[in-house]
């Protein structure tokens, strides 16, 4: 289990045991109902072992794997800068019929607006959708306040960023996050200690959407064709809360089923 930004446990090296078993489908005479199938089935190694799923990060390559069986092909998806409102309900609409769980890295700007002396008000309707995020089984994760990039703050700004968006999602959701991302990926040894701090676990993400540039997401299908293109097994996608997205993902997701990814959320953090 991780329970810091930086640590990982190294994944178990185990081939997949999976048995093969060959059976030919069965095959009714017209009319009759299917025979009922054999009473022995090939016992699955996850059922024999009754170990709980295990989805854990590469701390180096931010990829997603099950250490017992590291060749699933599974994705995690993260949208982050929200929750922006104008895409937010119809994302997680899109999520729920896919059936899909992520993780959202939102920003303290986006739900609440600081004060001078460093108090801030939250904005009801923010505050909303954010709870709607958590009610749907998203996880919040901590993209900090103001999306600067840390390497050209100092520690105590930095601090601040990540502190006060820590204890607004708590005051917000009453819990707070247990995953952390530096805006444009970039953490410092600051940040990191801060995170690690906290009990946050750090990431950034091994495929990129670009939904972020407009040369990809202003022509028809860019993000899709995008993410088709570069997505590999254990990926961990960064997508944003955006109105472009919403267009395609969707389509996204339907391509990726198809090509047998299941979406997965990490479970170190506890
Ligand atoms: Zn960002």
């Not at 050209?152 to 968006?165: F, H, N």
């Amino acid at each position: 289990m991780l329970t810091s930004c930086s640590s990982a446990a190294v994944p178990d090296d185990k081939p997949d045991a999976k048995p093969v078993i060959q059976q030919p489908d069965p095959v009714a005479p017209a009319g009759l109902p299917l025979p009922d199938p054999p009473d022995v089935q090939a016992p699955s190694p996850r059922t024999t072992t009754e170990k709980p799923l295990r989805y854990e990060l590469n701390p180096k390559t931010f990829r997603i794997q099950n250490p017992d069986e590291p060749n699933e092909k599974v994705l995690l998806l993260t949208f982050d800068d929200g929750p922006a409102g104008e895409a937010t309900m119809e994302l997680l609409d899109i999520l729920d019929r896919h059936k899909v769980k992520s993780i959202w890295f939102i920003n303290g700007h986006q739900v609440a607006k600081k004060k001078q002396d460093g108090t801030y008000a939250v904005i009801p309707e923010k505050a909303a959708l954010l709870r709607e995020i958590h009610k749907r089984g998203h996880l919040v994760g901590n993209h900090t306040w103001w999306h600067e990039n840390l390497r050209k703050l100092p520690a105590e700004k930095q601090r601040e960023e990540i502190v006060s968006t820590s204890q607004l999602i708590a005051d917000v959701l009453g819990e707070k996050p247990k995953y952390f991302r530096p805006p444009f990926g970039a953490g410092t040894p600051v940040s990191e200690t801060i995170c690690r701090e906290q009990g946050m676990v750090s990431m950034n993400w091994s495929v990129g959407s670009l939904d972020w540039e407009p040369a990809v997401y202003k022509k028809p299908n860019g993000i899709t064709r995008q993410v088709i293109s570069t997505v590999h097994s254990g990926g961990n996608i960064l997508f944003h809360d955006r109105v472009w997205t919403a267009t395609e993902l969707d389509a996204i997701l339907t391509q990726l089923e198809k090509d047998g990814y299941q979406f997965v959320l990490p479970t170190e953090a506890k």
